[in-house]
């Protein structure tokens, strides 16, 4: 598996610095290529006129300092002003400050009328309190100008592990980043924030991850690998998913469910559930085959057919006792288990009842996929970033945890962690979350591995939204997609 998509938060990046340092890599060297970075990028996105870079107090004024030297060697009309005193700027920061042989002026509000292109080097990963006083008045006042802003490492105020803002962060066009990113690049509102991302390269080597030995990564299709098909194969070796039916005039969602299941490529799908719902459900489908499931006990005799190997539950479930014996009598046996939506939040009262039978077996997966509500439902307020929100539950609950959103991060009980950044906001319309059990499931049935299979289901769901592109999806649309995606990734 590649690196690449690592992320760091600020505390780690300081250990990369740091064990690069002791490896016998001289920290200005890092520094000058951090701000020589910054200054290309400037020079090639932003072409013409003055130059404004704002510095801060720490090491991040001081990569604006080494782009204020190298833009002005490029001939560019540079003009620097700084956010606190050029006496206590000290180490790296103060030796290029001190190579900068322009005028340094005092950063304020008033002083930044001129420029055509902005740099804001004024806190990154440094930044370890909220902004107020003169600082956030003089962030507000470069949100107001109209000017592009090009950010150094994360834009100030936001925070690079949590992406969230300490009090006013400034709004770039562009962060340039250093070595990998950090989960504030691509957590809400910091993704926001940050404009596009562009990574640079500053002599790191990539031997220092070995001891930092992290556990975040940016969602990509490098981390898992798709389920085969043999020659050999047949429907039976592609696993058996069961998706249970919701009420008579509840089916669409578990339908969906189902369709997307199938189209991922499980080899067979069957909804269960009342006789009535299944004769809503048989004007529908036809591939989907239906099986009547009357209460927890005739499922879990259904179960008793080792070929299936996976249940969904919880789409239009239904809230209540029915769906919690449901979801009992499902998670007494080895089957790969979705969780979602009603399932999740009919143990609202009754959370560890639901925790403990997941952890009874700990050797099958168990993928639970709540939005935001359902999550705060089943858990509680958690403190922390959605990171740390979603490693807690998965430790807590046993499960794969799916915090689903615009930045779903998905979690595993052992802390290992991804964060999704692919789906468009066209994804968020209703059904879509129930599309999205389905192809997780449908990669369970394959044989993926639970943390595997809801990475790879997210990036898919995420993936379809940019397929269609425009405006206008509906749920429905989502399952024919999917087909598009895979060949993609089988490419
Ligand atoms: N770690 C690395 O490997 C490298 C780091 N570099 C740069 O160094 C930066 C980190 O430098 P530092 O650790 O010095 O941190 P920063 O420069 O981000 O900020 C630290 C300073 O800001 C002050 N500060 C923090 N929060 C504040 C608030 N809310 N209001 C007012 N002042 C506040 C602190 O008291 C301190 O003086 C990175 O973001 C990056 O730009 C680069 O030079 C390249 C190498
Ligand atoms: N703004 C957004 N950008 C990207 N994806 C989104 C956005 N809003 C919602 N989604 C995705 O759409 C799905 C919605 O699921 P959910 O909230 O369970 O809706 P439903 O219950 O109607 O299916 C989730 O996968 C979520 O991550
Ligand atoms: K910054």
Known sequence: MTSEHVLLTPAEMGRADALAVASGIQSFKLMEAAGNAVAELVAERYPDGQVLILCGPGNNGGDGFVAAKKLKELGREVRVALFGDRERLAGDAAFFADLWNGPIQAARPDGLRGAKVLVDALLGAGLDREIEGGLAELIEAVNGLRVPIVAVDVPSGIDGTSGQVRGVAIKADVSVTFFRLKPGHLLLPGRQQCGEVVLAEIGIPDSVLGDIRPNLNRNNPDLWQLPRLEADGHKFTRGHCVVMSGGPLQTGA??????????????????????SSLLIQANHVTAIMLKPVDGAASLQLLLHDQRINTVVIGPAAGLGEATKANVLAVLASQVATVLDADALTSFKDSPEALFSAIK???QRAVVMTPHEGEFERLFGKVDGSKVDRA???ALRSGAIVVLKGSDTVVAAPDGHAVINDNAPAILGTAGSGDVLAG????????????????????????????????????AEDLPGLIPDVLAELTE
Do not use: Y
Not at 254 to 275: D, I, N, Q
């Open 254 to 275: 578990s339908r969906m469910t189902a369709t997307a299941a199938l189209r991922t490529g499980a080899g067979l799908v069957t909804l269960a559930g009342a006789h």
């Open 360 to 362: 009874a077996r700990p």
């Open 439 to 474: 192809i997780i499931a449908g990669l369970l049935a394959q044989g993926m591995k639970g943390f595997d299979a809801a990475c790879a289901g997210v990036w898919i769901h995420g993936e379809t939204g940019n397929l269609w592109g425009g405006p206008g999806l509906i």
């Open 391 to 393: 490693r807690s539950a």
